[in-house]
T-cell receptor
Framework: DVKVTQSSRYLVKRTGEKVFLECVQDMDHENMFWYRQDPGLGLRLIYFSYDVKMKEKGDIPEGYSVSREKKERFSLILESASTNQTSMYLC???????????FGSGTRLTVV | AQSVAQPEDQVNVAEGNPLTVKCTYSVSGNPYLFWYVQYPNRGLQFLLKYITGDNLVKGSYGFEAEFNKSQTSFHLKKPSALVSDSALYFCAALERDDKIIFGKGTRLHILP
């Protein structure tokens, strides 16, 4: 089975810190995605990538950046964390075709 | 704009009764539809998908979904609910270029 691993389940960071959320997938998937999930708002797409060194903005990219230096790894970066970025962050990957996404277990980030 | 709607924020069902979680979609072209489930503090898990063919799709954990093109619906069903089915359920549709759009989610409570 495809496995998507997010490096941390829970993180607590201070306002203004630079935060790195790491995601690794082990099935050679081309596509990788970062979402945030908030109650009542569902899943909102932050950034996605269709290939190494490629990135595209999703619906809410402000305050975030991403890096994809290797095919299996997609990092989400909060340049200067703020309290309104407290959320559950979900990474997903997919291959070509219509197989859908495989999600990681999520990282619950709290910014204090 | 393409969209997925889940009209119910919450559904309550008694254990042993049949359950339905509703989903409607608005996408261009042939729809590719998915259901995911999320347990507390976890990522989303794939349940089932509709790509083409039989309108009744069977998936994991005894769930099935009925595709209805005329009503643009893709309702999730299970003949007999279990307490362990209590979770957050997301309907989703493939938008383009392997991007998936999600509904806002429906919380399912199975009452013992």
């Amino acid at each position: 089975d495809v496995k998507v691993t997010q490096s941390s389940r829970y993180l607590v960071k201070r306002t203004g810190e630079k935060v790195f959320l790491e995601c690794v997938q082990d099935m050679d998937h081309e596509n990788m995605f970062w979402y945030r999930q908030d109650p009542g708002l569902g899943l909102r797409l932050i950034y996605f990538s269709y290939d190494v060194k490629m990135k595209e903005k999703g619906d809410i990219p402000e305050g975030y950046s991403v890096s994809r230096e290797k095919k299996e790894r997609f990092s989400l970066i909060l340049e200067s964390a703020s309290t309104n970025q407290t959320s559950m962050y979900l990474c997903a990957s997919s291959g070509t075709g219509f197989g859908g996404y495989t999600f990681g277990s999520g990282t619950r980030l709290t910014v204090v | 704009a393409q969209s997925v709607a889940q009209p119910e924020d919450q559904v309550n069902v008694a254990e042993g009764n049949p359950l339905t979680v509703k989903c409607t979609y608005s996408v261009s072209g042939n729809p590719y539809l998915f259901w995911y489930v999320q347990y507390p503090n976890r990522g989303l898990q794939f349940l089932l998908k509709y790509i083409t063919g039989d309108n009744l799709v069977k998936g994991s954990y005894g769930f099935e979904a009925e595709f209805n093109k005329s009503q643009t619906s893709f309702h999730l069903k299970k003949p007999s609910a279990l307490v362990s089915d209590s979770a957050l359920y997301f309907c989703a549709a493939l938008e383009r270029d392997d991007k998936i759009i999600f509904g806002k989610g429906t919380r399912l409570h199975i009452l013992p």
